[in-house]
């Protein structure tokens, strides 16, 4: 019994250290596709989309392209790049008061956590996005939405540029006139 487990020792530890495939590196991954949602603003808007993206590239350019090929480009672009938020209060500030009286020592001395609460800060990894294309002709837009597309491009040249091709929304629906 000794020699069938001083034979299957090693080989069970020499199984262990056989690792798998390496990672992958970001050339070789498979890129994320930005999230965009494009639509018409509320309360009946009807002549002008409104898109917003989020992803690791600033939008550049969005422009709607038609079914025979004319291009409307947006007259509206804002990136913004890493929003972040912060919640919280900072640490009292007791070097300089009445009861220390500017006395370092004094003010080391002190329960330093009295005066601090908690402090977070929230930072998004992506850039958001926002951009407002006009219709050009909203009455030809409305006859004919499903074959209109919505062409992207993300980054800045020379670096990494990246280029997509969303469906254009549906039109609002038409509020019934009041007679």
Request: charged content about 15%.
């Amino acid at each position: 019994m000794r020699r069938v487990v001083a034979v299957l020792l090693p080989l069970a530890a020499l199984a262990a250290c056989g690792g798998g495939a390496p990672p992958l590196t970001p050339e070789e991954a498979a890129p994320a596709s930005a999230q965009v949602q494009a639509s018409f603003p509320p309360h009946g808007i009807v002549d002008t989309i409104t898109l917003d993206a989020v992803y690791r590239l600033p939008l550049r350019t969005a422009v709607l392209i038609a079914p025979d090929g004319r291009t409307t480009p947006a007259n509206y672009l804002n990136s913004d790049a890493a929003s972040s938020n912060e919640t919280g209060q900072r640490a009292a500030r007791f070097w300089n008061n009445a009861v220390t009286g500017g006395n370092a020592v004094a003010a080391l001395t002190q329960n330093a956590g009295a005066g601090a609460a908690p402090e977070a800060r929230t930072q998004l990894l992506a850039i958001v996005s926002t951009a407002d294309i006009p219709l050009p002709d909203p009455v030809a837009y409305r006859r004919d939405w499903r074959h209109y597309r919505i062409g992207l491009t993300f980054g800045t040249p020379p670096g990494a540029v990246e280029s997509e091709e969303i469906a254009a929304p549906a039109p609002p629906a038409v509020a019934a006139q009041q007679p």
